[in-house]
């Protein structure tokens, strides 16, 4: 992830598995009907009934994810 990147995602019925390879930063998942789990490398900031932050360190990028009826899946390679 570049340091300075924005990136957003949605997804509608459907699962999105995020692997992170270099970089870091937060990451905030917004979600309905689904379910969040992130690897020991994410730290988590805030866990709430529909939204969860993590963030890993080696980076500032900003990740915002999105999803209904779904599932999301963080890992650090």
Request: aromatic share 12%.
């Amino acid at each position: 992830l570049a340091s300075d990147g924005n990136y957003e995602f949605r997804c509608e019925d459907g699962d999105i598995d995020f692997e992170v390879i270099a970089g870091g930063g937060e990451f905030r998942i917004t979600y309905e009907d689904g379910h969040v789990r992130a690897s020991k490398a994410f730290d988590v900031v805030e866990d709430e009934e529909y939204l969860k932050r993590y963030t890993l360190p080696d980076g500032k990028a900003d990740v915002r994810i999105r999803i209904e009826d779904g599932d999301v899946r963080l890992y650090k390679q």
